[in-house]
């Protein structure tokens, strides 16, 4: 017998509510950027391309695009010989990563250029977060029990830990130029982001890797995490960026 891992109309219902949030934040933050002279909207731009991308993604999944049946052998009997097996399929939403690997370097850059970090540094921290989503894909369409699968994953973590290292070490040293309130603001929205992204690999384990959590679960933790990580994220940002011109870059 096959056992079947998929989303309800629970799930399905969360992604088209997301989708319109993702919508809804995009044409906020497009409208915020209306009397603000083009060369000082990097800001906008970058952050509006996060929302735009995650609503694309969202739409694709809430329609039914983007996940795939994932099928693996999965042993049912423990140390009893002969070892017995029986098939599990479950739902991979491949979507979410093609949506992080776009939008994540994009969240890094906003905070970069926000403390001020060179080009040097952002390139690193961006390519060791591209590392992360890649591996983790990796990790996604690993069987589930295997070496393999939670060996992606260890090396995505290590990735994580390189990006936070980059951002929060490298940070908090340059953006001290920029002087008390970016100092401040730039804590507290790096110690947000940490807490959020912190907060995936964590679903990503009980959910995708050991399968404690139901498709429409992992789906639900997500949306919430997308949602406080983009739009809530990005209004932030921009308000503050609106409020305090020493946030200001050039271009
Ligand atoms: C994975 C699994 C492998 C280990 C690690 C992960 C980290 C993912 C992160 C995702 C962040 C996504 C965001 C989306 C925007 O809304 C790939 C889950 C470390 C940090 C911020």
């Known amino acids: 017998p096959i056992e079947y891992e998929h989303s309800s109309d629970t799930g399905n219902t969360a992604l088209w509510i997301v989708f319109v949030i993702m919508l809804v934040a995009s044409g906020f933050f497009a409208l915020l950027s209306w009397n603000i002279p083009v060369n000082k909207r990097l800001y906008h731009y970058v952050t509006t391309v996060i929302t735009i991308t995650a609503s694309l993604s969202y739409f694709a999944m809430a ?4 996940v795939s049946n994932h099928c693996f052998e999965e042993r049912d009997t423990h140390g009893k010989i002969p070892d017995t097996y029986h098939q ?6 491949y979507a979410r990563y093609i949506d992080w690997a776009i939008t994540t370097p994009f969240l890094l850059l906003d905070l ?9 540094h952002t390139i690193m921290a961006i390519t060791a977060d591209l590392v992360m989503i890649l591996t983790g894909l990796f990790a996604a369409y690993g069987s589930a029990e295997t070496a393999q ?3 992606w994953y260890a090396i995505a973590c290590i990735a994580y830990i390189f990006v936070v290292w980059h951002v929060a070490l490298h940070g908090s040293n340059t953006v001290k130029a920029k002087g008390n309130t970016v100092t401040k603001l730039f804590g507290s929205l790096a110690l947000f982001t940490f807490i959020l992204w912190t907060a995936y690999p964590i679903v990503w384990g009980f959910a995708d890797g050991g399968r404690k ?3 429409d679960g992992e789906i639900l933790a997500y ?5 406080l990580a983009k ?5 932030w940002l921009l308000l503050s960026h609106r409020r305090v011109p020493e946030t200001n870059v050039d271009i």
């Open 112 to 120: 970069c250029l926000l403390a001020g970090i060179d080009g040097a």
């Open 213 to 215: 959590v139901s498709v």
């Open 149 to 151: 699968k939670w060996g």
């Open 88 to 93: 599990v399929c479950r739902e991979v939403y």
């Open 231 to 235: 739009p809530i994220f990005g209004l």
């Open 223 to 227: 949306a919430v995490l997308d949602v």
């Open 63 to 66: 329609s039914g695009h983007g």
